[in-house]
Structure formats: structure tokens, C-alpha cells
């Protein structure tokens, strides 16, 4: 009697392990086994990360093993089961590989096709294609969109973390629990003592230290010493959280009429303001979306302000990149003065602080809650709904989308919510983050989430003409990294164009995104086909870029730039002043945070720039998804480029004052999951 060796592969994660019974079904082409429980007696089965093999008789062979089919039933109560993989060594001596990576809830069956990727086109029997139809069925009712705010991106239709799908929740929620891990800053932070102090001001910049000092390192401490500075001020720009804004002009707007007698005293070159800007010297960053956007009222007792500034910056003949003037609304005139560094010590201190603070809203807002979170949890609803798991690029793509869904549920329950943590300490807080997406949903651009193009549009891309943009430089080499091991992995699955135009799978992807992930936001430009592998692979190296890069860029150096609460204040408690002369220290200690929010503040940037316990790094695919040998080829080139890319980034850090590793592959995660 022919038989199958049926090894199977628990999960490592917590709680993995079942004691429920699980059978299986071997299909064929031919003919299916009968249902078997797996079984050993006297031995306790599926514990978690066990591999355990068995015997599976049949009374003729099956054809070419195709699908294999588990169920599971309950035992004496419910108890999960993860399935790595199954692994089946048939009669004729030959391994066939059925990755599973997916939970087993209650009661359930999951029917798993063999590891070998497959496009649409190329499936050729009614048994396989009818599967693969029945997985994006089954999918698309587990994951549907949902309009959490109007003038957002989509997002999942869940009400909490509870309510998502299994296969997408985090292993450990404790992990993710914005209130336990911001408790858990508080208490590493010792920040109890102040916490309750609202209204309640500091008596001096120094005093900052109280809560400042008992977490140090070597960034933030470097912060605390020459945040004053101006070229630590303008460096941000770079190599900040929010190196997004800055660019080059080739004209001074009418609605920031700086004149050259103005900053004449801050000019080298003996060339004027004007021939400056022509010369390629003139930089600008512009906080025009802030305009209009409501500021925090939750607590009435302590008004909240922001501003719209307008910061002007020159590059000197050391390649320095300094501020020469500051505008704090978008509205010239009387009431709105230009700041230079020519003006008192205190009036161009306040303003550059002014304009750290915006910084700080737009940062959180647009450059990091909306441009990665929410662009990378519409791609991974999409890849859910229109991609099954034999598909190559919804295995190219799983790594990183792994728990975006989760953590942006969570934020939606804990985090950004009406009366979440956003609320206590931020100037945009109350809903003024809501109004700042949907505005600046209406001018968001696909190209715009395009790394090269994204650099170039802002005139930044010359390495020559800036000198020092380390967030450029390194992401150009993981985006050149990132996008070759892309195509690569597209070049073995597409021998052609018209094999992309085919592919009605990647086709729905992309429509899915633009028509539900993107609704009422055509004027985005996102793409409803794909025409060509070109576009196939720039399309593709967007997600997995923003999802890992891009993310880590923008988030794991909150606690380095924004723990020194007067490099970048979370909210104003004074308004903007209104002309110069104003600014003394008891304007600028009104102005900054009191002691109850600045504990806040510095308890969440913390927390979340924490890595995740289990954190897989860019190029890290513990589960194998793909067994091809040739895609297994470009992963290890993909991680000896990205090792590369790491080594020269730690060489070149040696030299720097501040170093800039946020865009070192081995700090990148694979996704967007805190």
C-alpha cells in the first residue's frame, strides 16, 4: 500500500501550540487520500515549534500531489494552532512543500497549495485555478475596507485589535499596547512626579533636565548641548525625523518678502539675495498645510497655539546650511515681522523654536502617520484582497506588510482617537491631526512616494550642490538596493510586458488601490494598471521601500531629536508673537511645554522609538515563502547589498559629529509594525 510522509511544523511564537485534533487530506490530480488524524499516541502532538512526521496510507496513488487540506477540531476546548509548513515526501522518493505561516482558529480548514509560485495565467487545471479563486473570495469577506475619517486613505473594517483576522494580529498584544509601553516609559523614564503637573510651568530651560537625563545617549545628549545652535537647527532639515521638506527655490514667494537688506550680514559670497537664489544657494522650508489648522482645545484651562511658518535658509561658503530668516505666519504684513538672526538673542530663539514645533506637527501628521502607516496599511489590505499566497508578489510583498494592519488598528483604538494619547501633549491633538490629513490628502502625488523623485522635486538631488544630506544619500543606495532585488525577483516571474498586462491578480492589486484604498482620490494619481514590468517593479519598490525605509527614516529617531523638549516643543502654550522685541526667557518658558505635558511627550517619543522584541530587519525571511532557487539567489544578493550599504554607513560615521543611521539597513525593519 503506497503511503505519503506528512512532516509538519509548528510555529515558534506563543501559544502556537494545539492540543486540538488536526486531520489532513492529501489531494492529487488523480484522486484524494481519506481524511487521517494525525496522531501519535502517548506523545503530545504540535506542541509550539515542534516538527512532527506521519504516515498517510492511501490504496492508490494520488497523481501529482497538488493541494493539501487541514482541518482542525476541538479537542476539549478551542486552542489555536500556528502552521509553519507542511512538507510531504510521496511515494517516488519526491519533497513537495506546502507553506502555510497562518493561524487555526476554532473549528476550522485550510486548504494550502505547494510553495511553487504560479501567476494566474499559468495555472492550467480546474482544481488549482478553482482554489486560487476561492481564497480571494474567502479573503475579500475577512478583509474590507472601511472609511475611518473622511478625506482619509481607507482603511481596515475592524473596530480593535480583537476584531482582526488572526493571521494579523500581533503575537504578544502587551507588545503593542500604546498605554502599557507608554506606562512603561513613564516608569523607565521616572516621570510619575510630573505627570500630573498641567499648567504647571518649568522655571528654566535647565530645569528641562529634570525629566531629560534619565534616559541619555549620545544624539540626544548632543541635542540638549547646541540645540541652540543654528546649525543644529537647520541640520534637522537633513537628517532629522523630517527631512521632507526642505528645497531649493529658484524664486522667493510673494508671501515672503524677505529683502536683500534684510540678510545682507548673513550672505558670503558678496553676490545679493536675489543672485543667490539664482546661483543655487537659497533654500526654503514652508509650513503652508499647517495654515488654518485648529489648534488643541481639550483642555480648556491651557490654550494650545500653532503657526504656518515660513523658514529661509543659505548655504554658506563652508557648505553650512543655516537659517537667515523666519516668518511665523503665511500672511505677510505689520503683524507678521520677519525674524532674522540679526535680531535680539531671545526674538530669533523663540522663532526658530516656533518652527521646530511645526516641524513637529507636520512630522508626525503627514510625514510619518500618514505617508508610511496609512499608504502602507491601503497596500496591505490590497495585497490580502486580490493576491493569494501562491501569487510571487503577494510572497515578495508579506514580509512587509506583517502587522502594519495591527499596530494602525491599535493607534485607531488607543493612539490618535478622540481622547487617545495624541490628545495630551500635541498642538494638533483634538482633531487638529484629522484636518491636517484631510488637507493634505489633497494635494498628496504617487510620484511623491517615489524616493528619487521625491529628492529631485525638491531640488535636492545634487550630492555636490548639498553636500551632508545623509537621508539622501542613504536612501538612494537602499532604494537602488531595494529596487534591484524587485526586479530580479519580477524578471523570474514575468519573461515579458504583456505577462504583467495578463496578470489579472496584479491588475485587481492596483485597481484595488486606486478605486477602494484611494477612493475620491484620483487627482493622486495612482495607478489604476500596470502596463509594463518597469512599472511593475517602481510600483513595487515604492511599497516594500515605504513600509521599511522610509519608516525607519522618519520614526526610530524621535527620542534622539525630540527628548530635549525645547529642540522641539509638542505644543505652544503662548500664541506666535506678533512683532519683534517681545521675546524674553518668561516668554519662552510660557511658551514651551509645562511639566505634566513635557512628561507626556517624552514617555511617547520614547516608546515609540523603541524596536520590537521580535523585529525582522530589511532582507531578514525567516518564513520561506518562495522555493525557488533563483528567488533564494536574490534575497542573499539583496542582503550582501544591504550589508554592504551598512558597513559604509558605519565607516562613514566614524568621521561625524552627529552620526545618521536611521537608513542602515540592519536598523531598517521589513515593516512598518511600531
Same mark, same amino acid.
Not at 499648567?199 to 548632543?222: C, M, R, T, V
Not at 522650508?285 to 482645545?297: C, P, Q, W
Not at 496609512?374 to 493569494?388: C, G, K, N, V
Given at each position: 500500500?503506497?503511503?505519503?510522509?506528512?512532516? +509538519?511544523?509548528?510555529?515558534?511564537?506563543?501559544?502556537?501550540?494545539?492540543? %486540538?485534533?488536526?486531520?489532513?487530506?492529501?489531494?492529487?490530480?488523480?484522486?484524494?487520500?481519506?481524511?487521517?488524524?494525525?496522531?501519535?499516541?502517548?506523545?503530545?502532538?504540535?506542541?509550539?515549534?515542534? +516538527?512532527?512526521?506521519?504516515?498517510?496510507?492511501?490504496?492508490?496513488?494520488? @497523481?501529482?500531489?497538488?493541494?493539501?487540506?487541514?482541518?482542525?477540531?476541538?479537542?476539549?476546548?478551542?486552542?489555536? $494552532?500556528?502552521?509553519?509548513?507542511?512538507?510531504?515526501?510521496?511515494?517516488?522518493?519526491?519533497?513537495?512543500?506546502?507553506?502555510?505561516?497562518?493561524?487555526?482558529?476554532?473549528?476550522?480548514?485550510?486548504?494550502?497549495?505547494?510553495?511553487?509560485?504560479?501567476?494566474?495565467?499559468?495555472?492550467?487545471?480546474?482544481?488549482?485555478?478553482?482554489?486560487?479563486?476561492?481564497?480571494?473570495? &474567502?479573503? *475579500?469577506? #475577512?478583509?474590507?475596507?472601511?472609511?475611518?475619517?473622511?478625506?482619509?486613505?481607507?482603511?481596515?473594517?475592524?473596530?480593535?485589535?480583537?476584531?482582526?483576522?488572526?493571521?494579523?494580529?500581533?503575537?504578544?498584544?502587551?507588545?503593542?499596547?500604546?498605554?502599557?509601553?507608554?506606562?512603561?516609559?513613564?516608569?523607565?523614564?521616572?516621570?510619575?512626579?510630573?505627570?500630573?503637573?498641567?499648567?504647571?510651568? $518649568?522655571?528654566?530651560?535647565?530645569?528641562?533636565?529634570?525629566?531629560?537625563?534619565?534616559?541619555?545617549?549620545?544624539?540626544?545628549?548632543?541635542?540638549?548641548?547646541?540645540?541652540?545652535?543654528?546649525?543644529?537647527?537647520?541640520?534637522?532639515?537633513?537628517?532629522?525625523?523630517?527631512?521632507?521638506?526642505?528645497?531649493?527655490?529658484?524664486?522667493?514667494?510673494?508671501?515672503?518678502?524677505?529683502?536683500?537688506?534684510?540678510?545682507?550680514?548673513?550672505?558670503?559670497?558678496?553676490?545679493?539675495?536675489?543672485?543667490?537664489?539664482?546661483?543655487?544657494?537659497?533654500? &526654503?522650508?514652508?509650513?503652508?498645510?499647517?495654515? @488654518?489648522?485648529?489648534?488643541?482645545?481639550?483642555?480648556?484651562?491651557?490654550?494650545?497655539?500653532?503657526?504656518?511658518?515660513?523658514?529661509?535658509?543659505?548655504?554658506?561658503?563652508?557648505?553650512?546650511?543655516?537659517?537667515?530668516?523666519?516668518?511665523?505666519? *503665511? #500672511?505677510?504684513?505689520?503683524?507678521?515681522?520677519?525674524?532674522?538672526?540679526?535680531?535680539? *538673542?531671545? %526674538?530669533?530663539?523663540?522663532?526658530?523654536?516656533? +518652527?521646530?514645533?511645526?516641524?513637529?506637527?507636520?512630522?508626525?501628521?503627514?510625514?510619518?502617520?500618514?505617508?508610511?502607516?496609512?499608504?502602507?496599511?491601503?497596500?496591505?489590505?490590497?495585497?490580502?484582497?486580490?493576491?493569494?499566497?501562491?501569487?510571487?508578489?503577494?510572497?515578495?510583498?508579506?514580509?512587509?506588510?506583517?502587522?502594519?494592519?495591527?499596530?494602525?488598528?491599535?493607534?485607531?483604538?488607543?493612539?490618535?482617537?478622540?481622547?487617545?494619547?495624541?490628545?495630551?501633549?500635541?498642538?494638533?491633538?483634538?482633531?487638529?491631526?484629522?484636518?491636517?490629513?484631510?488637507?493634505?490628502?489633497?494635494?498628496?502625488?504617487?510620484?511623491?512616494?517615489?524616493?528619487?523623485?521625491?529628492?529631485?522635486?525638491?531640488?535636492?538631488?545634487?550630492?555636490?550642490?548639498?553636500?551632508?544630506?545623509?537621508?539622501? =544619500?542613504?536612501?538612494?543606495?537602499?532604494?537602488?538596493?531595494?529596487?534591484?532585488?524587485?526586479?530580479? +525577483?519580477?524578471?523570474?516571474?514575468?519573461?515579458?510586458?504583456?505577462?504583467?498586462? @495578463?496578470? %489579472?491578480?496584479?491588475?485587481?492589486?492596483?485597481? %484595488?488601490?486606486?478605486?477602494?484604498? &484611494?477612493?475620491?482620490?484620483?487627482?493622486?494619481?495612482?495607478?489604476?494598471?500596470?502596463?509594463?514590468?518597469?512599472?511593475?517593479?517602481?510600483?513595487?519598490?515604492?511599497?516594500?521601500?515605504?513600509?521599511?525605509?522610509?519608516?525607519?527614516?522618519?520614526?526610530?529617531?524621535?527620542?534622539?531629536?525630540?527628548?530635549?523638549?525645547?529642540?522641539?516643543?509638542?505644543?505652544?502654550? *503662548?500664541?506666535?508673537? =506678533?512683532?519683534? @522685541?517681545?521675546?524674553?526667557?518668561?516668554?519662552?518658558?510660557?511658551?514651551?511645554?509645562?511639566?505634566?505635558?513635557?512628561?507626556?511627550?517624552?514617555?511617547?517619543?520614547?516608546?515609540?522609538?523603541?524596536?520590537?522584541?521580535?523585529?525582522?530587519?530589511?532582507? #531578514?525571511?525567516?518564513?520561506?515563502?518562495?522555493?525557488?532557487?533563483?528567488?533564494?539567489?536574490?534575497?542573499?544578493?539583496?542582503?550582501?547589498?544591504?550589508?554592504?550599504?551598512?558597513?559604509?554607513?558605519?565607516?562613514?560615521?566614524?568621521?561625524?559629529?552627529?552620526?545618521?543611521?536611521?537608513?542602515?539597513?540592519?536598523?531598517?525593519?521589513?515593516?512598518?509594525?511600531?
Amino acid at each position: 500500500m503506497p503511503s505519503y510522509t506528512v512532516t +509538519v511544523a509548528t510555529g515558534s511564537q506563543w501559544f502556537a501550540g494545539t492540543d %486540538d485534533y488536526i486531520y489532513i487530506t492529501l489531494v492529487g490530480t488523480e484522486r484524494c487520500s481519506e481524511k487521517t488524524l494525525l496522531d501519535k499516541p502517548l506523545y503530545n502532538d504540535f506542541e509550539r515549534g515542534a +516538527v512532527d512526521s506521519y504516515l498517510v496510507r492511501v490504496d492508490e496513488n494520488l @497523481g501529482e500531489l497538488a493541494l493539501v487540506k487541514l482541518e482542525k477540531r476541538k479537542y476539549w476546548v478551542h486552542d489555536d $494552532w500556528y502552521c509553519s509548513n507542511i512538507s510531504v515526501k510521496t511515494p517516488g522518493g519526491d519533497i513537495v512543500e506546502f507553506p502555510c505561516y497562518r493561524w487555526l482558529v476554532d473549528d476550522t480548514e485550510v486548504v494550502l497549495r505547494d510553495g511553487r509560485a504560479r501567476l494566474p495565467q499559468d495555472d492550467k487545471t480546474s482544481l488549482v485555478k478553482q482554489h486560487r479563486k476561492t481564497e480571494l473570495e &474567502m479573503r *475579500q469577506k #475577512t478583509y474590507r475596507w472601511r472609511e475611518w475619517q473622511p478625506g482619509f486613505p481607507m482603511s481596515i473594517d475592524a473596530n480593535g485589535h480583537h476584531d482582526l483576522p488572526r493571521d494579523i494580529q500581533f503575537d504578544s498584544e502587551k507588545g503593542v499596547d500604546f498605554k502599557l509601553n507608554f506606562n512603561k516609559a513613564i516608569q523607565n523614564l521616572l516621570l510619575n512626579h510630573f505627570m500630573n503637573m498641567f499648567q504647571s510651568s $518649568w522655571d528654566s530651560i535647565d530645569h528641562f533636565k529634570k525629566i531629560f537625563l534619565k534616559i541619555g545617549n549620545a544624539p540626544s545628549e548632543y541635542v540638549m548641548q547646541h540645540w541652540k545652535e543654528d546649525f543644529v537647527f537647520s541640520y534637522q532639515f537633513l537628517n532629522g525625523c523630517n527631512p521632507v521638506l526642505i528645497k531649493k527655490i529658484s524664486k522667493l514667494p510673494a508671501k515672503f518678502p524677505v529683502t536683500n537688506e534684510m540678510v545682507t550680514v548673513s550672505l558670503e559670497r558678496q553676490l545679493t539675495l536675489e543672485q543667490e537664489v539664482k546661483a543655487g544657494n537659497i533654500y &526654503m522650508v514652508d509650513y503652508e498645510v499647517l495654515d @488654518g489648522i485648529k489648534a488643541n482645545d481639550s483642555d480648556p484651562k491651557t490654550p494650545q497655539y500653532m503657526a504656518a511658518p515660513i523658514c529661509l535658509l543659505y548655504k554658506n561658503t563652508q557648505n553650512e546650511i543655516l537659517p537667515i530668516a523666519i516668518q511665523l505666519g *503665511q #500672511t505677510p504684513g505689520e503683524d507678521n515681522p520677519i525674524f532674522l538672526p540679526t535680531d535680539s *538673542q531671545h %526674538d530669533w530663539l523663540l522663532a526658530k523654536i516656533w +518652527v521646530r514645533s511645526s516641524d513637529f506637527q507636520h512630522h508626525q501628521t503627514v510625514t510619518h502617520l500618514l505617508r508610511t502607516h496609512l499608504i502602507s496599511e491601503m497596500f496591505a489590505i490590497a495585497t490580502f484582497r486580490q493576491l493569494p499566497t501562491v501569487h510571487p508578489i503577494y510572497k515578495l510583498l508579506i514580509p512587509h506588510v506583517r502587522f502594519t494592519i495591527s499596530i494602525n488598528t491599535k493607534a485607531r483604538e488607543e493612539l490618535i482617537c478622540e481622547r487617545g494619547l495624541f490628545d495630551k501633549a500635541n498642538a494638533t491633538g483634538g482633531g487638529g491631526h484629522v484636518q491636517l490629513i484631510q488637507k493634505t490628502m489633497k494635494t498628496l502625488t504617487f510620484r511623491s512616494l517615489c524616493f528619487p523623485d521625491m529628492i529631485k522635486a525638491r531640488g535636492m538631488d545634487s550630492k555636490q550642490e548639498v553636500p551632508n544630506y545623509f537621508y539622501r =544619500d542613504d536612501g538612494h543606495k537602499v532604494w537602488e538596493a531595494t529596487k534591484s532585488f524587485v526586479s530580479d +525577483v519580477v524578471s523570474i516571474y514575468y519573461s515579458s510586458d504583456e505577462k504583467v498586462q @495578463g496578470d %489579472d491578480e496584479i491588475q485587481a492589486f492596483v485597481k %484595488d488601490v486606486c478605486d477602494n484604498g &484611494m477612493k475620491d482620490f484620483h487627482h493622486c494619481g495612482f495607478p489604476r494598471s500596470l502596463e509594463s514590468r518597469e512599472e511593475l517593479i517602481e510600483y513595487l519598490t515604492i511599497i516594500v521601500f515605504t513600509a521599511s525605509a522610509q519608516h525607519a527614516a522618519v520614526n526610530f529617531g524621535q527620542y534622539d531629536w525630540y527628548s530635549w523638549i525645547p529642540n522641539t516643543p509638542s505644543t505652544m502654550r *503662548q500664541p506666535p508673537p =506678533d512683532r519683534k @522685541g517681545l521675546a524674553n526667557i518668561t516668554l519662552i518658558m510660557d511658551s514651551l511645554p509645562d511639566r505634566g505635558r513635557s512628561s507626556w511627550h517624552l514617555g511617547a517619543v520614547w516608546a515609540l522609538s523603541q524596536y520590537q522584541d521580535d523585529e525582522l530587519y530589511l532582507g #531578514t525571511y525567516p518564513d520561506e515563502h518562495f522555493l525557488e532557487k533563483p528567488v533564494n539567489a536574490a534575497m542573499e544578493m539583496f542582503r550582501k547589498s544591504l550589508a554592504e550599504i551598512s558597513s559604509a554607513i558605519k565607516t562613514r560615521n566614524q568621521e561625524l559629529k552627529i552620526p545618521y543611521d536611521y537608513m542602515s539597513p540592519n536598523r531598517i525593519p521589513n515593516s512598518v509594525a511600531v
